[in-house]
């Protein structure tokens, strides 16, 4: 399908693969725990249930079992892998990247540039940026962009109802694109909404101040920016996918925005699967390309508390369908593929009962 | 090469000694088997001991010459030498004792046999026991030793239509000969409904399918065969004794379901012997787990591959079977102090061709069969006796 | 595992990638890999070649840990399987993401990479495979 009025090189997405751990929690089963009406929880927060990693899953084994679904659906070879970002905010490691062992899980090692980037909940959409960089630049032919995490949240924290872990990575090169970025851009300042200190287990936020001056001040920026350089408008997409920490947030944006909820339903997974942070808006991306078709326009607009925003512009292109997306479970797929636990088996696989 | 007798025994009792230490242990079956084979410490050529992790139940590595210090031999200088094999130790120090005898070059040695296992936490105990498997390939990915006995259960239970009633069989029986053995850990009858429904271990072994964590020592006086008859009227002699080895892993083996370490050990012992497993009156195998003794009874060619499980239905291996398996209670009730338990089976089946095993005295017991592995079959070792 | 991570990273290739490697002389394929072949010994010295296996197999037996080591302890109970890989080679492993009725002997499964062990809340972890049911 030609792609009128481009000029730019067309430098995107090669392949993509995700991972969400199979354990569920329901909001309700938490609420119930704290004395909370779970169902009236449920409703304010759009999320019926997140997903919860076993013990032996960190943001390592998620990203390393997200890339290695990518590698299944294309034909690339490890070694010609240049790159490697991880963006979390839970790396196993507070020093010690979780990037090397992605990189040699692969196979991609040792001719390979790696870091791990923490954003927050955007870490992993600074890692597209990144690899689209340095493929622009011809510095690397390809580079891994992976966002994943295992969202600690404090016990009977509001946070507890959403926190939860996954993760999705993307290939990023300038052959067999299967999505062209045609524009990326970021709206950035300093405003702690959330955070965690370094010897702190769980984060820490600013209650309401996440809302407004927050999370709607840099998704609505940057979105705006990014449809003024790209000389679009909301009807010009197919899809739309934006941050969601929760199911009600990303909905009302787009509404602001002048997004419908058509547009942004197929991206948006936090109703099922809890809030993966770095993995949200990457998860929700891979769920559009598991479906999308020749043409589909793309929007897609991520957020990282502290803060900042990284929009995106992309059009799928005809080699969609030369991509074998079948040879990796769909996120729909993963998203079925589930089994529930009580709290007693929560707090033991979240390891909120360790005390040493 | 030279016939070897056993002239004298020794044993504490196993089980969970609080009060006793590794040394005390060692020095009390030593001292047993020395004056029940009436030799003075002068007479000792070497002396050989078996113990599979010392190092980590009491921190103590070194143990030949330690055992020789707290045996009263310090000024004698003799030569001593500890003999590792996982829970196989005890009876290859009682090979190696054997063959230096044999070879001519020694003409008395005293061989023990010894853990100290409760003096570390039962956890720590597993962790131990498991580095008897292979570590880097079973244990790092979190199989148990129960554990990897269990998956030789599972499988034959696939191949054979083996029951958990049959391997709970094992325990009763095990558990009703230790009722005569005053040494036994355990000296009480258990029931088939106990055995099956102790909590699980690894499935489908319970609790009641393992041997327990147990404190003791052996200890024997060997002799050259033409010099035993200085020393007592009843030497037993040694007639076979066979040693083979296999992959440590479980995974590495050509059938999940056989010890070929038991099935070549045991050729050897029976050429050796010139005798096959018909000629057999007794045997103390090792019964680590109840599946371990149903495989040995296969894999020591006393019934056909398979037919392990229908043997206990059929109580053959009963006290008053055809062929009387661990009339000591067997690891599972006398107790598994892992290197002490080759050396404590060759005391049984001195025992027994003595004549003086009292109520569980196998009748006209003439050849007996020990059999001793280390690890999940990686080592094994077999001796046959016969009473001079 | 509290023996140093020396020992660990030592054998990355094969826990992360499944390394092993084939007799040049008979083709049998060995994992983890071997200095030489078994079956031809002197023969195969220096004539052993890597080759990655695709970490896919069959259960060929199975128990289910209740009482675990001490690094496992919050995972029991677990089915620990012996699984003979489409290479040749069995290996002993953990099968996660499988409810326990499900594990049979015959049970077709492909590696997943997971933590295997940690020394602790302060030292290394360790990484490798373990296998789920594979994707039909």
Redesign the interface.
């Known amino acids: 399908m030609p792609l009128v009025g481009f000029t730019m090189e067309q430098i995107g997405i090669v392949s993509y693969g995700a991972h969400i751990p199979?354990y569920r929690i329901k909001a309700e089963v938490i609420a119930a725990v704290w004395g909370k009406d779970g169902q009236a929880i449920s409703r304010g927060l759009g999320i019926f249930e997140k997903s919860v990693p076993?013990?032996?899953?960190?943001t390592?084994?998620i990203s390393?079992?997200a890339i290695?679904a990518a590698l299944k659906r294309c034909t690339l070879n490890p070694t010609d892998i240049g790159a490697i970002y991880v963006g979390s905010e839970s790396h196993?490691?507070a020093v010690k990247p979780t990037g090397t062992?992605v990189g040699?899980?692969i196979?991609a090692t040792p001719d390979l540039m790696v870091a791990d980037y923490e954003f927050a909940c955007k870490a992993g959409t600074a890692a597209i940026q990144t690899c689209f960089g340095l493929v622009k630049a011809g510095m690397i032919d390809y580079g891994v962009a992976i966002g994943a995490d295992t969202s600690q949240a404090a016990p009977g924290d509001a946070l507890e109802y959403s926190a939860s872990a996954g993760g999705a990575a993307f290939i990023i090169g300038r052959t067999n694109v299967i999505a062209t970025i045609n524009h990326t851009l970021s709206y950035t300042t300093d405003t702690p909404d959330f955070w965690r200190r370094a010897e702190m287990k769980y984060p820490s936020h600013g209650g309401r101040f996440t809302g407004e001056p927050a999370y709607f001040k840099h998704i609505t920026n940057c979105a705006t920016n990014l449809m003024t350089k790209a000389g679009t408008k909301p009807q010009d997409y197919t899809y739309a996918i934006f941050h969601q920490p929760n199911g009600k947030f990303p909905v009302n944006v787009a509404k602001k925005l002048g997004f419908t909820i058509d547009q942004v339903k197929q991206g948006l997974m936090v109703p099922y699967i809890g809030n993966t942070y770095s993995g949200a808006s990457m998860i929700g991306l891979a769920s559009v390309l598991d479906v999308a078709k020749p043409g589909d326009r793309i929007f897609m607009t991520s957020y990282g508390s502290g803060a900042g925003s990284d929009g995106f512009d992309m059009t799928v292109t005809n080699n969609i369908t030369r991509l074998s997306r079948q040879k990796a479970?769909t996120i729909a797929q993963l998203v079925a593929d589930k089994?529930y636990v009580d709290y007693g088996t929560y707090a033991?696989?979240t390891n909120l009962l360790?005390w040493? | 090469m030279r016939d070897v007798a056993v002239i004298g025994v020794g044993l504490t009792k196993f089980g969970e000694l609080w009060d006793k230490s590794f040394r005390q242990l060692i020095a009390e079956a030593g001292s047993k088997a020395i004056l029940n084979a009436k030799i003075e410490g002068k007479d000792i050529d070497a002396l050989y001991v078996g113990s599979m992790s010392s190092g980590r139940f009491v921190d103590q590595e070194h143990i030949g010459a330690l055992v020789a210090e707290v045996s009263g031999f310090s000024q004698l200088h003799i030569p001593a030498t500890r003999v590792e094999g996982a829970c196989a130790s005890g009876g290859l120090a009682v090979r190696e004792g054997y063959l230096s005898i044999a070879s001519g070059m020694n003409d008395i040695v005293v061989v023990g046999g010894v853990e100290k296992m409760n003096d570390v936490g039962g956890s720590e105990a597993t962790e131990i026991l498991a580095t008897a498997s292979d570590q880097e390939w079973e244990a790092f990915f979190g199989a148990t030793f129960p554990g990897i006995y269990a998956m030789i259960a599972t499988r034959h239970m696939y191949e054979y239509g083996t029951t958990k009633e049959q391997l709970a069989q094992v325990a009763v029986k095990n558990h009703a000969n230790g009722v005569n053995n005053p040494y036994a850990q355990y000296q009480s009858l258990i029931s088939l409904e106990s055995v099956l429904k102790a909590t699980t271990v690894a499935y489908p072994l319970g609790l009641m399918d393992c041997s327990p964590v147990s404190d003791g020592a052996a200890s024997l006086v060997l002799c050259a065969a033409e010099k035993a008859k200085k020393y007592t009227d009843k030497p037993v002699k040694i007639i076979g004794s066979g040693q083979a080895s296999d992959t440590l892993a479980l995974h590495g083996r050509r059938d999940i379901c056989t010890l070929d370490a038991t099935v070549h050990a045991a050729k050897r012992a029976y050429k050796q012997a010139n005798l096959t497993p018909k000629n057999i009156d007794f045997a103390e195998v090792h019964d680590c787990f109840t599946i371990a003794e149903i495989c040995a009874i296969e894999d020591l060619g006393f019934v056909e591959k398979g037919k392990g499980g229908k043997a206990i239905d059929n109580k053959i291996t009963t006290l008053d079977g055809s062929l009387p398996v661990n009339t000591s209670g067997g690891l599972k009730a006398k107790g598994h102090p892992v290197g002490a338990t080759g050396v404590a089976q060759i005391v049984e089946l001195t025992m027994q061709l003595r004549g003086e095993a009292g109520k569980r005295q196998v009748k006209d017991a003439k050849i007996g069969l020990a059999h001793n592995v280390g690890g999940s079959g990686a080592t094994c070792v077999i001796h046959i006796m016969e009473a001079m | 595992m509290k023996a140093g991570v020396a020992r660990f990273w030592r054998e990355i290739p094969q826990r992360y990638n499944f390394i092993g490697n084939k007799c040049g002389t008979c083709e049998r394929v060995f994992f983890p890999p071997r200095e030489s072949c078994p079956y031809c010994r002197r023969k195969s010295i220096g004539n052993m070649k890597e080759i990655k296996l695709a970490g896919k197999g069959e259960v060929v037996t199975y128990t289910v840990i209740h009482v675990g080591p001490e690094d496992f302890e919050e995972q029991t109970p677990y089915p620990i399987a012996i699984i003979k890989l489409e290479e040749g080679p069995q290996i002993t492993a953990q099968i996660v993401d499988c409810p326990l009725d499900e594990v049979k002997i015959g049970l077709k499964v492909e590696s997943t990479f997971r933590k295997i062990q940690q020394d602790g809340h302060t030292g290394a972890i360790y990484y490798g495979y373990k296998f789920k049911k594979q994707r039909q």
């Not at chain 1, 076993?54 to 960190?58: A, G, P």
């Open positions: 199979r076993s013990v032996d899953q960190d390592a084994t390393v079992e290695r196993p490691y062992i040699e899980a196979g479970p089994e033991k696989m360790f040493e």
